[in-house]
T-cell receptor, first 117, second 111 residues
Framework: AQSVAQPEDQVNVAEGNPLTVKCTYS??????LFWYVQYPNRGLQFLLKYITGDNLVKGSYGFEAEFNKSQTSFHLKKPSALVSDSALYFCAVRDIGVNTGFQKLVFGTGTRLLVSP | DADVTQTPRNRITKTGKRIMLECSQTKGHDRMYWYRQDPGLGLRLIYY???????NKGEISDGYSVSRQAQAKFSLSLESAIPNQTALYFC??????????FGEGSWLTVV
């Protein structure tokens, strides 16, 4: 089964500093990887995805993610953090049912990002 | 207006009561999902639906049922709510692409 792991429950960074939120994956076949963000009292918002092509994927709000096949990682990054980036971030991988062909997402446990002024 | 709308957004109910969470979407997608979010566990899939005639159990379907009333509507029911069903519930949709779009969530508290 496809899975992702987010090893950090929380990441703390000062505003203006670069940030990284880690994600590793375990899949059979080629991975389709996603990052979502959940702001307080809001739903999940799609940030970016990797399907194929360039290993560096650019997404919303200045975020980007680097796909690394040898390390089976898909870390989320931003060059300069903002206080408003404080939120809960989820990594996810697409899973397709063997018998149904139905696509669904399998999520990591989430990483809370706190950006201090 | 939101593309995926959930009602109610917040609900407190008593143990043993029946509760329904409703979801409607304006994206024209065939696939719809119900996920549950718990702290430290991420999101787990409850049920998913290919279309109005195809409904499938996810990883945590016990204690839940669903109804796909139309392409745009997918409701989740707790027939007899229990306290460990207290969680944030998300409806989601996806179309031909690979991206899944989520509603804003429904907070359910079972006391």
């Amino acid at each position: 089964a496809q899975s992702v792991a987010q090893p950090e429950d929380q990441v703390n960074v000062a505003e203006g500093n670069p940030l990284t939120v880690k994600c590793t994956y375990s899949v059979s076949g080629n991975p389709y990887l996603f990052w979502y963000v959940q702001y307080p009292n809001r739903g999940l918002q799609f940030l970016l995805k990797y399907i194929t092509g360039d290993n560096l994927v650019k997404g919303s709000y200045g975020f980007e993610a680097e796909f690394n096949k040898s390390q089976t990682s898909f870390h989320l990054k931003k060059p300069s953090a903002l206080v408003s980036d404080s939120a809960l971030y989820f990594c996810a991988v697409r899973d397709i049912g063997v018998n149904t062909g139905f696509q669904k997402l399998v999520f990591g446990t989430g990483t809370r990002l706190l950006v201090s002024p | 207006d939101a593309d995926v709308t959930q009602t109610p957004r917040n609900r407190i109910t008593k143990t043993g009561k029946r509760i329904m969470l409703e979801c409607s979407q304006t994206k024209g997608h065939d696939r719809m999902y119900w996920y549950r979010q718990d702290p430290g566990l991420g999101l787990r899939l409850i049920y998913y639906s290919f279309d109005v005639k195809d409904i499938n159990k996810g990883e945590i379907s016990d204690g839940y049922s669903v109804s796909r009333q139309a392409q745009a509507k997918f409701s989740l029911s707790l027939e007899s709510a229990i306290p460990n069903q207290t969680a944030l519930y998300f409806c989601a949709t996806s179309g031909p692409g690979n991206t899944i779009y989520f509603g804003e969530g429904s907070w359910l508290t079972v006391v």
